[in-house]
């Protein structure tokens, strides 16, 4: 059946109809959009008062909370589920390990960064982390605001490290190793500690983000270190 053509006049009062003016706005809001384009986060520690501090602190600072939950299983059911941006995980929960949710979801579901919430300092712990694919650290004493740094540097392919971890993650070895980087070598360690990106480096150092890479994969042989967060932690160590 074809359809009826509307005389343009027609076609003009529709369009001035209140529920054609409010599907429109709908379309076109710029809050709805914004909205979209938040960074979703899955907090999971086994203390319902730090989840809920935690969730509270984020969603104030317009991070949207994908999911809340107090052990491991629990965590990776819900990431696998809603496939947040960022999984901020308490390192020691019943059931599965932070780490072993981090190791799961490296496979699973690889687009959400993890960040490990911690009050222990072990070396071994941290470099396991490390190991299954941990892009942040932050420790439970450091203030709220911090988490929230933390998540919003990860959510946007950086690294973060807290300064107090820094020292436990890199090795004594890897620390004197620091004297044979190059001055580029440095700043460019310095910068990604700062939570910049490569192009954001680029720009502060006038070198392209190619060459901000080049220069990242140089410190972390220098350094023996695996990952960029380790090279990181050594930087900021020796800062």
Known sequence: MQGTLREPAECCEIARQPWCRRYRSRLYDPTVAQQAERTSCLVADDHPAVVEAVADVLEEHGI??????RNGNEALEKIESSLPDVALLDLRMPGLSGIEV????AKSAPD???????????RALLTEAMDAGARGFVLKEAPLTEVVRAVELVASGRTYVDPILAGVLSSSAATQK???????????????ADGLSNEEIGKELYIS???VRTHVRKAM?????????Q???TALRTA
């Open 64 to 69: 949207e909370i994908a999911g809340r939950a």
């Open 178 to 192: 620091v004297s044979e980087l190059t001055q580029r070598e440095r700043d460019v360690l310095r910068l990604l």
């Open 221 to 229: 042989a220098r350094l023996d270190a695996d990952t960029r967060t």
């Open 209 to 211: 983000p190619e060459t």
């Open 102 to 105: 981090g190791r799961r979801i």
């Open 231 to 233: 090279a990181v932690a």
């Open 112 to 122: 959400t960064a993890v960040i490990l919430y911690t009050a222990f300092g072990d």
